[in-house]
């Protein structure tokens, strides 16, 4: 079985473009995925993953998908092979995938934070609640 789900933010804007004699449209992307594990010096590595999207799913990437974004990509393992004009063999892993959903929202506002904080009303507790004085219950 070859099935991969992977969750990684774009390092670029998708590149779109159509496969001669059929119009399938196709999208290609690369994904950053922080390993999740620390080195000793406390960083963590980055894995970029190449991505190929098929399809429809490949024209909501080129139109909805921007640098930075957080994508979740359900896709299987591929290997190109060719070989080069001076003979060498050669071959190219990516995923290619025909679903992909975005996983945060596009921040239309530069100012406009994507998770704004919350802020509690003056005279509620954190939990949402209002103090209560233990002195006015009759019991």
């Known amino acids: 079985m070859n099935s991969v789900v992977l969750v990684g933010r774009l390092t670029k804007d998708p590149e779109l473009r159509y ?8 999208a290609t992307f690369t994904i950053a ?23 429809k799913a490949a ?17 299987r393992i591929k290997v190109d092979r060719y070989q080069t004009q001076a003979g060498e063999n050669r071959s190219f892993t990516k995923v290619s995938s025909g679903s992909v959903q975005a996983l945060d929202y596009k921040n239309t506002n530069q100012q406009e934070d994507i998770n704004p904080s919350f802020e509690p009303t003056p005279g509620l507790d954190p ?9 006015d219950i009759p019991f």
Do not use: S
Request: charged share 30%.
């Open 19 to 26: 496969m001669p004699g059929t119009g399938t449209a196709v």
């Open 33 to 55: 995925i922080d390993r999740d594990y620390k080195k000793k010096d406390g960083t963590k590595e980055t894995d970029f993953i190449p991505i190929e999207v098929i399809g």
């Open 59 to 75: 024209e909501f990437c080129a139109n909805y998908i921007t640098k930075g974004r957080l994508v979740a990509i359900q896709g």
């Open 127 to 135: 939990n949402g609640f209002q103090a209560i004085d233990d002195d």
